[in-house]
């Protein structure tokens, strides 16, 4: 999904503004003066963040602005160290809403076309709460690579000295996602949605965006 997208989705939006540290108002799903002074300070960071570190690919790019403010530092980061190691990745999937988590969740189930592509439905995965990214890699002639050694390889490459702000999926051992990186908060799946949900905070976030 691109960052404008999110924004059909009022209420998670917000929930990520506020996440943030940018939205402290209700989270009522209505687009208003806050929301939108709010959304215009998001952009801004962004591209503040973007000029800090770098530009990539329009795919990256679009996947790249639904994270959040902290997640865009670390994802740009990563990309540009797998880029100057030599492999020929994108970022290709960002921050879903819930409904675009469901949506994922059904193909593949319940009579429905394609492969199963994750086992989480909405609310039950890190790319719902704008701190997850994964990645492709392509051979230089475009074609999309699938060799899991491939992945493995990217990911000692992407996780060289930055193992304190992120965590790669190759280092799990229950659920091993080689594509997959994300923010290391020390926060479980469970007390991260509920945060998110009813606008706690989520610390590690507003403390460091």
């Known amino acids: 999904m691109s960052a404008p997208m999110l924004t059909k ?14 939205y402290l108002d209700d989270l009522d799903g ?17 591209e503040q963040i973007r000029a800090e570190t770098r530009s990539f690919d329009i795919r990256s790019e679009n996947n790249i602005l639904t994270l959040s403010l902290k997640a865009q530092r670390q994802a740009r980061l990563c990309l540009g160290r797998l880029i100057d190691g030599g492999v020929h990745a994108r970022i290709l999937s960002g921050t879903r809403t819930y409904e675009e988590q469901n949506a994922l969740f059904r193909q593949g189930r319940f009579g429905n076309p394609g492969p199963r592509v994750t086992e989480a439905r909405g609310g039950q995965s890190n790319h719902n709460f704008g701190v997850a990214w994964d990645i492709g890699i392509f051979t230089a002639a475009g074609g999309y690579v699938t060799d899991e050694a491939a992945y493995r390889a990217a990911g000692a490459i992407a996780m060289a000295g930055d193992s304190s702000a992120t965590e790669w999926g190759g280092h ?27 606008g706690a905070g989520i610390a590690p976030l507003t403390a460091l965006a």
Request: glycine share 6%; hydrophobic share 40%.
């Open 9 to 22: 989705d009022i209420l998670f939006f917000q929930r990520l503004l506020h996440a943030d540290g940018l």
């Open 172 to 198: 799990w051992t229950k659920f091993v996602d080689y594509p997959h990186y994300q923010l290391k908060l020390g926060l479980g799946l469970s007390d991260l949605r509920t945060a998110f949900e009813t």
């Open 30 to 46: 209505q687009w208003g003066p806050k929301t939108e002074k709010a959304s215009l300070a998001f952009d801004q960071r962004a």
